[in-house]
């Protein structure tokens, strides 16, 4: 191996140790998007929601005056009133009609099962990784950067259908939620997908055996890694 592979190698792992943190702060966590309901005349207060793959929070907040006669249930960082529970289709025992109604179960269950496909693809690839350290099995770098791509692509496949599911969910006609915004979950995710993506990729260049230099020269015959 040249002088500078073993090098771009630990900068490609670092960076790929980075979209690995931001997956599982994605996956674990339920700010993926806000949702704001609509606002009748002489309220007062509003219930805010904020979900994830997994369970739905609602916060009882304080009407925000915009203007004279503009106003807004808002933002989510209000104190108020904080209650969370998991969806139904995951814990049984637990009530939350209202999301089994205004979002489709099926999305919900998508994003969460292709979710924890990129988390075990990024735990593979980790394990991988850490066996080639050891007696220099560098061959292991080769499917350690397929999965981390895998891994890249499963949690961008999650963030469209969860995009989906916001989606239908405030066109649905059965919701109180008219306006929705997506949080720092989300960002998460889709900076994960970036960095596992593009490092996955630059890790599978590095670790593949040197080309041949010259037009007579057979990859046979290129000089060995070492």
Known sequence: MDAGKP????????VILVGIALLFAAVVT???AVLSPSLEENTTSCEAAHFGLWRLCTKRIFVQEQGA??????P???PGDHNCSYFKHFTPGETSEIFEVTTQKEYSISAAAIAIFSVG???????CVL???????????????MFYTFAGLCIIISVEVMR???????????????????SWSFACACAAFALLFVCGLALLLLALPRFPQNPWESCMDAEPEH
């Open 7 to 14: 090098l771009k190698v630990r900068l490609a792992l670092s």
């Open 30 to 32: 339920d700010h993926w």
């Open 69 to 74: 006669k503009e106003k807004s249930c808002g």
């Open 76 to 78: 989510i960082s209000l």
């Open 121 to 127: 693809f990024s735990i593979i690839g980790t394990i």
């Open 131 to 145: 066996l080639s350290f050891r007696k220099k099995r560098d061959y292991l770098l080769k499917p350690a950067s």
């Open 164 to 182: 989906q599911s916001v989606k239908r969910m405030i066109d649905s006609k059965e919701t109180a939620w008219i306006q929705y915004s997506y």
